[in-house]
């Protein structure tokens, strides 16, 4: 379970998270939506134990987060990934570190490269793949390290509509199958409703709203009336 209680994140004078009370349990995929500003990515990098709170408290289990947990996976808007490496060792470089075997860390590699579907791709270098694919690649360099927490920002910012698409699928489809707990931020209210359990509205610092989402995982949910009435009660919620 995560825990923010009266969290506070300062920046000089600046606020950007404003005594903010937030509870995600095991396993919810939650999303964050606002404007610009909003302090959605302070959030997320309090979460991640990136930035420390000026005011209260971020705890993950009930352990306070101080720095990074092994647990915890990070997609930020960069996605960090190394262009004279090829794609199996961008993946791959988490866990090199750790001293295993080049083999039998390719072997996991290559698994989940074949469950994102760029299994094809792992010997091509970035300039060689599309956005949506490198996209993947981030993910799968997070997965390999077997977190339970993923924690992502923005993460299909830079991709066109149809890509970005089939990638919030990917994302829905792993949610589902690793039960891993998920926190994604985000500015588009579509990509927020399909990828919530939770909607979480944030302006000024603060949260505005929590909106439960009843048709979170359901097939063919963006051909639904329903899923743009709830866009739309989040997009009202935001400009309250």
């Known amino acids: 379970m995560i825990e923010c209680s009266a969290l506070s994140i300062r920046y000089g004078e600046t606020i950007a998270v404003d005594q903010l009370n937030m509870v995600i349990q095991k ?9 610009s500003g909003c302090g ?4 997320l990098h309090a979460l991640a134990g990136i930035l420390q709170p000026w005011k209260g408290r971020v705890n993950i289990g009930g352990v306070p987060v101080v720095q990074i947990r092994p ?14 490496k090829n794609v199996r060792d961008n993946v791959a470089l988490a866990r090199v570190y750790q001293g295993l075997d080049l083999k039998e860390i390719y072997e996991e590699v290559d698994l989940i490269l074949e469950e994102l579907g760029i299994l094809q791709l792992k010997d091509m270098y970035l300039n060689q793949i599309s956005g949506g694919q490198r996209q993947r690649v981030a993910i799968a360099r997070g997965l390999i390290q077997g977190p339970d927490l993923l924690l992502m920002d923005e993460p299909t910012a830079a991709l066109d509509m149809i890509t970005k698409e089939k990638f919030q699928e990917t994302l829905h489809s792993l949610y589902e199958r690793h039960q891993i707990t998920s926190v994604t931020v985000t500015h588009d209210i579509e990509e927020a409703v399909y990828l919530g359990m939770k909607i979480v509205v944030m302006k000024d610092g603060r949260i505005l709203k929590v909106i439960a989402n009843p048709y979170y995982g359901q097939a063919g ?3 639904d009336l329903c899923f743009y009435e709830l866009c739309l009660k989040v997009r009202q919620v935001m400009k309250s």
């Open 71 to 84: 647990g915890t996976a990070i997609i930020l808007q960069e996605d960090g990934l190394f262009p004279w």
């Open 40 to 43: 959605k990515t302070s959030l």
């Open 221 to 223: 949910i963006r051909e």
């Open 27 to 35: 396993g919810e995929a939650v999303t964050v939506v606002g404007e």
